[in-house]
Protein backbone atom coordinates (compact mmCIF):
# COMPACT_ATOMS: atom_id res chain seq x y z
CA UNK A 1 0.00 0.00 0.00
CA UNK A 2 1.07 3.73 -0.87
CA UNK A 3 0.36 6.91 1.53
CA UNK A 4 0.52 10.32 0.17
CA UNK A 5 0.35 13.56 1.71
CA UNK A 6 -2.54 15.88 -0.36
CA UNK A 7 -1.35 19.66 -0.20
CA UNK A 8 -3.85 22.45 -1.14
CA UNK A 9 -4.97 25.81 0.12
CA UNK A 10 -8.12 27.72 0.57
CA UNK A 11 -8.71 31.99 0.79
CA UNK A 12 -10.67 31.21 4.57
CA UNK A 13 -10.99 28.95 7.19
CA UNK A 14 -14.85 28.10 5.83
CA UNK A 15 -13.55 27.03 3.00
CA UNK A 16 -11.18 25.21 4.54
CA UNK A 17 -13.52 23.15 6.46
CA UNK A 18 -16.13 23.07 3.67
CA UNK A 19 -13.60 20.63 1.49
CA UNK A 20 -12.25 18.84 4.89
CA UNK A 21 -15.62 17.97 6.02
CA UNK A 22 -16.19 16.29 2.42
CA UNK A 23 -12.62 14.45 2.40
CA UNK A 24 -13.37 13.33 5.78
CA UNK A 25 -17.22 12.21 4.93
CA UNK A 26 -16.39 10.62 1.88
CA UNK A 27 -13.39 8.40 3.78
CA UNK A 28 -10.96 10.14 0.89
CA UNK A 29 -8.87 11.41 3.51
CA UNK A 30 -7.71 9.91 7.25
CA UNK A 31 -6.28 13.31 8.45
CA UNK A 32 -6.36 16.91 7.46
CA UNK A 33 -4.62 19.51 9.64
CA UNK A 34 -4.42 23.56 8.68
CA UNK A 35 -2.29 26.06 8.90
CA UNK A 36 -2.49 30.24 8.35
CA UNK A 37 -0.41 31.15 6.20
CA UNK A 38 0.90 33.94 4.02
CA UNK A 39 1.57 33.07 0.02
CA UNK A 40 3.67 35.50 -2.49
CA UNK A 41 3.35 34.25 -5.82
CA UNK A 42 2.95 35.36 -9.44
CA UNK A 43 -0.49 35.42 -10.64
CA UNK A 44 -1.81 36.64 -14.45
CA UNK A 45 1.98 38.67 -14.82
CA UNK A 46 1.61 40.23 -10.98
CA UNK A 47 3.54 39.26 -7.78
CA UNK A 48 0.65 39.31 -5.37
CA UNK A 49 0.18 38.23 -1.69
CA UNK A 50 -2.58 36.93 0.39
CA UNK A 51 -3.29 35.39 3.90
CA UNK A 52 -4.81 31.77 2.96
CA UNK A 53 -5.12 28.35 4.91
CA UNK A 54 -3.11 25.20 3.47
CA UNK A 55 -4.23 21.90 4.16
CA UNK A 56 -2.47 18.91 4.98
CA UNK A 57 -4.33 15.57 3.95
CA UNK A 58 -3.03 12.43 4.76
CA UNK A 59 -4.66 9.78 2.33
CA UNK A 60 -3.87 6.68 0.43
CA UNK A 61 -1.87 7.04 -2.93
CA UNK A 62 -4.87 5.11 -4.77
CA UNK A 63 -7.56 8.02 -3.42
CA UNK A 64 -5.82 10.73 -4.92
CA UNK A 65 -7.78 11.50 -8.18
CA UNK A 66 -11.03 10.63 -5.90
CA UNK A 67 -9.70 13.51 -3.23
CA UNK A 68 -8.65 15.16 -6.43
CA UNK A 69 -12.20 15.81 -7.72
CA UNK A 70 -13.73 16.31 -4.29
CA UNK A 71 -11.62 19.55 -3.43
CA UNK A 72 -12.37 20.70 -7.09
CA UNK A 73 -15.57 20.39 -7.08
CA UNK A 74 -15.43 22.65 -3.96
CA UNK A 75 -12.72 24.84 -4.10
CA UNK A 76 -13.58 28.51 -4.99
CA UNK A 77 -9.80 29.50 -6.78
CA UNK A 78 -9.55 29.44 -10.44
CA UNK A 79 -6.83 27.42 -10.52
CA UNK A 80 -6.39 25.64 -7.23
CA UNK A 81 -2.89 24.30 -5.94
CA UNK A 82 -3.61 20.86 -5.26
CA UNK A 83 -0.40 18.61 -4.90
CA UNK A 84 0.37 14.73 -3.67
CA UNK A 85 3.70 13.92 -2.19
CA UNK A 86 4.03 10.11 -2.05
CA UNK A 87 5.63 9.00 1.60
CA UNK A 88 8.58 7.18 0.79
CA UNK A 89 8.49 6.03 4.67
CA UNK A 90 5.81 6.04 7.79
CA UNK A 91 5.67 4.43 11.18
CA UNK A 92 3.35 0.80 10.71
CA UNK A 93 1.16 1.80 13.27
CA UNK A 94 0.00 5.43 11.95
CA UNK A 95 0.04 3.73 8.47
CA UNK A 96 -2.26 0.98 9.24
CA UNK A 97 -5.13 3.49 10.79
CA UNK A 98 -5.01 5.60 7.52
CA UNK A 99 -6.46 1.92 5.95
CA UNK A 100 -8.22 1.45 8.90
CA UNK A 101 -10.62 5.31 8.36
CA UNK A 102 -10.21 5.78 4.64
CA UNK A 103 -12.67 3.71 1.90
CA UNK A 104 -10.93 0.14 0.55
CA UNK A 105 -10.16 1.02 -2.71
CA UNK A 106 -9.28 -2.51 -3.38
CA UNK A 107 -12.64 -2.29 -6.11
CA UNK A 108 -10.69 0.06 -7.87
CA UNK A 109 -8.10 -0.08 -11.14
CA UNK A 110 -4.92 0.94 -12.35
CA UNK A 111 -4.82 2.08 -15.90
Known amino acids: MAYSLIITTCATKEDAKEIINALLGAKLAACVQTQEIESFYIWKGKAENSKEVILFIKTKSELYKEAEAAILSRHKYETPEIVEIPFRNG ?10 VTKDSSHLQNF
Open 91 to 100: YPGYLRWIDA
